[in-house]
């Protein structure tokens, strides 16, 4: 039978999976429904569920018949607009950077009183935000990557500026991050679409996509030439093996080494066409690796001392349907994290070759 979140009981069974707004489950089909999951559920806006109608120990399950009456009168007892949660404001922003982006492709010259205007009122919100922006990889498909990657960009880009103590300049940082990958309008989508390793030609053209971003901005006066050089800069390295001029790393302009890392931990975290996503905590062991060759090292210790503080002690939904709270980090040789399982206190590790994962954090 098909159910509110609201008429579930402990004890229901989910027959059916439970999908959320990025097209993987988040409650699996069998679970043995308690009231942490009902609250999952209701976080996501889930609507309805398909369970049995017998209870896990055996008692017939008869869901609230004055469930909608209810609802209709809280409705009208309290209806007011309200604010949307991060994550639903956040994919409303992915949007309308797709809608942009399109018109770039056509032609379009960037608006940046548009641009503005759709990212501000998210860059608002970060503060409160920190444990669903560091795991905001989650919320795209391969499909759909790409234009979360320059939204994921300018809100990690945010904290990272702002743990830095850039106060009075990160949303300057963070809107060049949003338009880092603007100029890949110029190029063929096939380049940063295609499935499979991307070929030696593929990659060359890629590689041009700094430049033309940096054409799109240098001619906007409300941009300032810190910003629009970091557009430029923000796949050069340390080790100056970067692109694409190739600088040396002391010549690289700090709000290009910010995006730098938000960049590339976005990017390894997630699902791409030519890439499957990492752990996050086996991509920041992979980004150790490159101290003083990719990332400068005090902006990289600081954006990890920024996804510690946010994440350790939440709540977190496994992808086996188990619930529990992450307790510890590891990054050295054998990457791994530490979660308490609520319903048993077990303490148990997910290594980066386990099938085993975090699915979203519970709020």
């Known amino acids: 039978m098909l159910v509110h979140p609201n008429q579930l009981v402990p004890n229901c069974i989910v027959k059916t999976d439970v999908y959320g707004q990025n097209n993987r489950p988040i409650v699996l089909k069998g679970t043995i429904v308690t009231d942490m999951h009902m609250k999952v559920l209701n976080s996501f806006l889930v609507t309805q569920v398909e369970v049995s109608s017998k209870l896990a120990n055996g008692q017939s399950f008869q869901p609230d018949q004055d469930f909608a009456d209810k609802t209709q009168q809280s409705k009208a007892e309290h209806d007011q607009p309200s604010l949307p949660t991060f994550l ?156 694409p001029l190739g600088v040396p790393g002391d010549k690289v302009h700090p709000y290009a080494k910010i995006i730098a890392i938000a960049d590339a931990y976005h990017a390894m975290t997630a699902d791409r066409y030519y890439q499957d996503k990492c752990l996050f905590f086996s991509v920041i062991s992979t980004m150790k690796k490159q101290v003083n060759h990719q990332f400068d090292r005090r902006y990289l210790n600081v954006f990890i001392t920024s996804l510690e503080d946010a994440l350790l002690g939440e709540k977190v939904y496994l992808s086996d349907g188990t619930i529990g709270t992450l307790v510890a980090l590891e990054y050295e040789d054998l990457p791994e994290t530490m979660i308490q399982l609520t319903e048993t206190n077990q303490i148990i590790s997910i290594g980066e070759n386990d099938q085993l994962m975090i699915n979203h954090l519970i709020k």
């Open 88 to 243: 639903d404001q956040y994919h409303q922003v992915v949007k309308d950077y797709q809608q942009m982006f399109k018109q770039w492709q056509n032609g379009a010259v960037i608006d940046m009183h548009q641009v503005r205007q759709m990212i501000l009122p998210l860059l608002e919100r970060v503060d409160h935000n920190h444990a669903d922006i560091l795991l905001i990889a989650n919320q795209s498909t391969k499909q759909s990557y790409f234009y979360h990657h320059s939204v994921s960009m300018s809100l990690l880009t945010a904290i990272l500026a702002k743990r830095l103590g850039f106060d009075k300049e990160w949303i300057q940082i963070s809107i060049a991050a949003l338009l880092a990958d603007s100029g890949m309008a110029k190029l063929n989508k096939a380049h940063f679409e295609k499935n499979g390793k991307l070929l030696n030609h593929d990659y060359q053209e890629i590689k041009k996509h700094p430049t033309y971003s940096y054409r799109y901005l240098e001619k906007i006066p409300t941009l300032a030439k810190a910003v629009k050089l970091a557009v430029l800069q923000h796949h050069e390295r340390i080790d100056s093996q970067g692109y």
